[in-house]
């Protein structure tokens, strides 16, 4: 079973160590919206997330995948 919090959790530690702020509001968190997240912290935080969670994201779905929420379902989902 996907522990979702547990997810969450390691989610949050990866975009705060990318962005080198501390995280409040997981649910506004989106590519456009932060300050820190531009197109070279993406790529970085898609990389992490691979490395963290053992997945491979596809090419294709990085630039869709551009909310913290929008990776946290593609990560529990597959």
Do not use: C, P, Y
Not at 15 to 36: R, S, W, Y
Not at 57 to 65: A, E, P, R
């Amino acid at each position: 079973m996907i522990n979702k919090t547990k997810i969450t959790n390691r989610l949050k530690i990866i975009f705060e160590k990318n962005l080198n702020q501390k995280i409040i509001n997981v649910k506004t968190l989106a590519f456009g919206k932060n300050k820190k997240w531009d197109s070279l912290k993406h790529i970085q935080i898609i990389v992490n997330i691979e490395k963290e969670f053992n997945i491979k994201i596809k090419t294709s779905d990085v630039g869709k995948l551009n909310s913290f929420d929008k990776l946290k379902n593609h990560i529990i989902n597959g």
